[in-house]
């Protein structure tokens, strides 16, 4: 998002749950005395998970497994473990023993693993990575779990407790076409009291899939019909329940709410919370990790008035952020942030959409992916839009003037004005859009999404708004690069955009000055904090308590830190830093922290004074 004032992360392959007691070497089970209860006393008992340390205490098969060798890269810092990728008979194998301290109601083990093959199949698992605890199989990967970047994996291991254990990965190629596995952040923690931890640090509910079938009235102001979502628990604590943000909400009150959801199947819906942007339902009975469940529900969308990311400007509707999509929950519990109109609170995992939208022909309804329109009952189009590893989805409705064109890379890019828009600067856009699209293509990794569609009107209040392969904006080349440059920053590498709002705004403020040859030189002139406490990495709860201040420092401090970056590390080390960065983050979710792991890899230069001067936390 642009306010007016400034400017005119597939996650959780499934591990397997199932752990069988451990008896330790040299003693057998029967003589084995239980082991009495202790206090805990919480810890992380994997020792050089990051591989930063040399190779100690790992045991690997080679001298070449922990590596910083060119060919992958870390997840975090410089080192990693290269099991395999020879392409040949072979097998890797990585060890640690590790004590898991007893009395502990919860130990997780969690590791980040990237897998890249040349085998071809889709059927056939050739090469193979085993994880084991002692003589216990924790999980099992092979060529065909292979991603794009860095996935974390977590497995409950609390029934180890009290011993001492081998943590074991092993990794099997065949003949021919190799297959790497890449390990990295490896780490093993125990937490304390009777009560478990609320959840573990994997992200879920994953895999989000969302079939929508909507019908409007003849303004494009009304649409009503049904709602579906499937998704898996890709993590090791249980889900018992699910919640749905009804961002909209914000825009009416809990009398008269905008986005009402009725008639829930596949459980049971509580009251609405959170100012009635949340929903929880609890599910008939908790999800295992790696099952799945689908929740529906009738659902029913007025749009209000006003030139708003959720609004009608007259007889042209914006339609943003109006659609329920799952909260996620992690380390930290459930993410249920308020709505901020300052900025953005959103935080969701790339998911799968098919929306059917059932509208007059008399209306144009440009949408989030790859639309296709067939005749409905007279005088009614049916639109059918499908976006894949996309993070919400957005559509307008109105009588829009439309052009059309294809980038030089290939891009199909469509511009949709309101009465008032003229050609001349319709064209404008049309060309900025081109250009944007494959300027940041070229940087960051070719535009996933299809189409691209620009929908201008100078009234908006806000500048510009971002949606998967749909944005809302001015006319304005600034501005628009900017909400084009978020579908890298925020799109396709996530973030939690309420609690890490530099990390979309601040990336893609960047990438804008990068576009239009601007080279930050007068970044910092008449800067001025404001207080001690302000700093480029605070969360919305703090910028909408100073909201004078957001503009200034997300946006203009966080885009001057990565010119200062760039500076520091060399305009070559940046463009690798952050393309590299982009592809492992790729349809993931970002952090500040591991940014930082990835720019102080990326240079020989300690950068932990760089990071104090520009109040870059995290």
Same mark, same amino acid.
């Given at each position: 998002?642009?306010?007016?004032?400034?400017?005119?992360?597939?996650?959780?392959?499934?591990?397997?749950?199932?752990?069988?007691?451990?008896?330790?070497?040299?003693?057998?089970?029967?003589?084995?005395?239980?082991?009495?209860?202790?206090?805990?006393?919480?810890?992380?008992?994997?020792?050089?998970?990051?591989?930063?340390?040399?190779?100690?205490?790992?045991?690997?098969?080679?001298?070449?497994?922990?590596?910083?060798?060119?060919?992958?890269?870390?997840?975090?810092?410089?080192?990693?473990?290269?099991?395999?990728?020879?392409?040949?008979?072979?097998?890797?194998?990585?060890?640690?023993?590790?004590?898991?301290?007893?009395?502990?109601?919860?130990?997780?083990?969690?590791?980040?693993?990237?897998?890249?093959?040349?085998?071809?199949?889709?059927?056939?698992?050739?090469?193979?990575?085993?994880?084991?605890?002692?003589?216990?199989?924790?999980?099992?990967?092979?060529?065909?779990?292979?991603?794009?970047?860095?996935?974390?994996?977590?497995?409950?291991?609390?029934?180890?407790?009290?011993?001492?254990?081998?943590?074991?990965?092993?990794?099997?190629?065949?003949?021919?076409?190799?297959?790497?596995?890449?390990?990295?952040?490896?780490?093993?923690?125990?937490?304390?009291?009777?009560?478990?931890?609320?959840?573990?640090?994997?992200?879920?509910?994953?895999?989000?899939?969302?079939?929508?079938?909507?019908?409007?009235?003849?303004?494009?102001?009304?649409?009503?019909?049904?709602?579906?979502a499937t998704f898996t628990n890709a993590s090791a604590t249980a889900l018992g329940e699910v919640y749905l943000r009804l961002w909209d909400n914000y825009h009416g009150t809990c009398d008269a709410m905008p986005i009402k959801v009725t008639n829930v199947t596949g459980g049971t819906a509580g009251?609405?919370?959170?100012?009635?942007?949340?929903?929880?339902?609890?599910?008939?009975?908790?999800?295992?990790?790696?099952?799945?469940?689908?929740?529906?529900?009738?659902?029913?969308?007025?749009?209000?008035?006003?030139?708003?990311?959720?609004?009608?400007?007259?007889?042209?509707?914006?339609?943003?952020?109006?659609?329920?999509?799952?909260?996620?929950?992690?380390?930290?519990?459930?993410?249920?942030?308020?709505?901020?109109?300052?900025?953005?609170?959103?935080?969701?995992?790339?998911?799968?959409?098919?929306?059917?939208?059932?509208?007059?022909?008399?209306?144009?309804?440009?949408?989030?992916?790859?639309?296709?329109?067939?005749?409905?009952?007279?005088?009614?189009?049916?639109?059918?839009?499908?976006?894949?590893?996309?993070?919400?989805?957005?559509?307008?409705?109105?009588?829009?003037?439309?052009?059309?064109?294809?980038?030089?890379?290939?891009?199909?890019?469509?511009?949709?004005?309101? $009465? #008032?828009? *003229?050609?001349? !600067?319709?064209?404008?856009?049309?060309?900025?859009?081109?250009?944007?699209? &494959? @300027? %940041?293509?070229?940087?960051?990794?070719?535009?996933?999404?299809?189409?691209?569609?620009?929908?201008?009107?100078?009234?908006?209040?806000?500048?510009?708004?971002?949606?998967?392969?749909?944005?809302?904006?001015?006319?304005?080349?600034?501005?628009?690069?900017?909400?084009?440059?978020?579908?890298?920053?925020?799109?396709?590498?996530?973030?939690?955009?309420?609690?890490?709002?530099?990390?979309?705004?601040?990336?893609?403020?960047?990438?804008?000055?990068?576009?239009?040859?601007?080279?930050?030189?007068?970044?910092? $002139? #008449?800067? *001025?904090?404001? !207080?001690?406490?302000?700093?480029?990495?605070?969360?919305?709860?703090?910028? &909408? @308590? %100073?909201?004078?201040?957001?503009?200034?420092?997300?946006?203009?401090?966080?885009?001057?830190?990565?010119?200062?970056?760039?500076?520091?590390?060399?305009?070559?080390?940046?463009?690798?830093?952050?393309?590299?960065?982009?592809?492992?983050?790729?349809?993931?979710?970002?952090?500040?922290?591991?940014?930082?792991?990835?720019?102080?890899?990326?240079?020989?230069?300690?950068?932990?004074?760089?990071?104090?001067?520009?109040?870059?936390?995290?």
């Amino acid at each position: 998002m642009r306010p007016t004032p400034h400017k005119a992360l597939g996650t959780g392959v499934l591990a397997v749950a199932a752990v069988a007691a451990l008896v330790l070497p040299g003693t057998p089970a029967a003589a084995r005395p239980a082991t009495a209860p202790a206090s805990c006393t919480p810890a992380q008992v994997v020792n050089n998970g990051g591989f930063e340390s040399g190779t100690s205490p790992w045991t690997a098969s080679s001298s070449t497994v922990i590596t910083s060798r060119s060919g992958q890269s870390a997840h975090g810092g410089a080192s990693y473990a290269w099991l395999d990728g020879v392409g040949r008979t072979h097998t890797d194998t990585l060890t640690q023993s590790v004590t898991i301290p007893s009395g502990c109601a919860g130990a997780t083990l969690t590791y980040w693993l990237h897998i890249d093959t040349a085998e071809t199949t889709s059927s056939t698992a050739y090469d193979k990575l085993t994880a084991k605890i002692g003589g216990t199989t924790l999980a099992t990967y092979s060529n065909l779990d292979k991603n794009t970047g860095y996935v974390q994996k977590s497995v409950d291991v609390s029934s180890f407790a009290g011993q001492t254990v081998d943590l074991s990965f092993t990794g099997t190629e065949d003949s021919s076409l190799q297959t790497s596995f890449v390990l990295d952040d490896i780490a093993l923690d125990t937490s304390g009291g009777t009560t478990p931890p609320p959840a573990d640090s994997t992200r879920t509910p994953a895999a989000p899939s969302y079939t929508v079938s909507l019908s409007s009235d003849t303004s494009g102001t009304v649409w009503n019909g049904h709602e579906s979502a499937t998704f898996t628990n890709a993590s090791a604590t249980a889900l018992g329940e699910v919640y749905l943000r009804l961002w909209d909400n914000y825009h009416g009150t809990c009398d008269a709410m905008p986005i009402k959801v009725t008639n829930v199947t596949g459980g049971t819906a509580g009251s609405p919370s959170v100012a009635c942007t949340a929903l929880k339902i609890t599910l008939p009975s908790p999800l295992a990790q790696g099952q799945s469940a689908t929740v529906g529900f009738d659902l029913g969308i007025t749009v209000p008035s006003g030139a708003d990311r959720f609004g009608h400007d007259g007889a042209f509707s914006f339609i943003g952020n109006a659609l329920p999509v799952l909260a996620i929950r992690d380390a930290a519990g459930w993410h249920l942030d308020p709505y901020t109109n300052n900025g953005e609170s959103f935080y969701s995992l790339a998911a799968d959409f098919k929306v059917t939208l059932d509208h007059p022909s008399t209306l144009l309804v440009p949408a989030t992916g790859t639309s296709t329109d067939t005749p409905g009952s007279s005088g009614r189009t049916i639109t059918t839009a499908t976006a894949a590893k996309v993070r919400d989805f957005a559509w307008a409705a109105g009588p829009f003037s439309k052009i059309s064109g294809t980038s030089a890379a290939g891009v199909p890019v469509n511009v949709y004005s309101v $009465s #008032g828009i *003229s050609s001349s !600067s319709a064209q404008s856009m049309l060309s900025t859009a081109k250009t944007a699209v &494959d @300027a %940041h293509g070229a940087r960051f990794g070719a535009y996933p999404y299809g189409e691209l569609d620009a929908v201008i009107d100078n009234n908006y209040w806000f500048g510009g708004m971002e949606y998967p392969g749909f944005v809302l904006d001015l006319v304005s080349t600034t501005a628009l690069t900017h909400e084009i440059g978020h579908q890298w920053w925020y799109g396709i590498v996530g973030d939690d955009e309420y609690n890490s709002p530099w990390l979309d705004e601040a990336f893609a403020d960047y990438s804008t000055d990068l576009a239009l040859g601007s080279t930050g030189g007068n970044c910092w $002139s #008449g800067v *001025s904090w404001a !207080s001690s406490a302000e700093k480029i990495t605070n969360s919305m709860a703090y910028w &909408d @308590a %100073h909201s004078s201040r957001y503009s200034t420092v997300v946006y203009g401090y966080g885009k001057c830190a990565l010119h200062d970056l760039r500076r520091l590390i060399g305009d070559t080390a940046m463009t690798k830093l952050l393309k590299d960065y982009a592809s492992a983050h790729w349809y993931g979710v970002s952090t500040t922290a591991e940014f930082k792991a990835a720019a102080q890899a990326a240079t020989s230069t300690d950068l932990t004074s760089f990071w104090t001067q520009h109040r870059i936390d995290g």
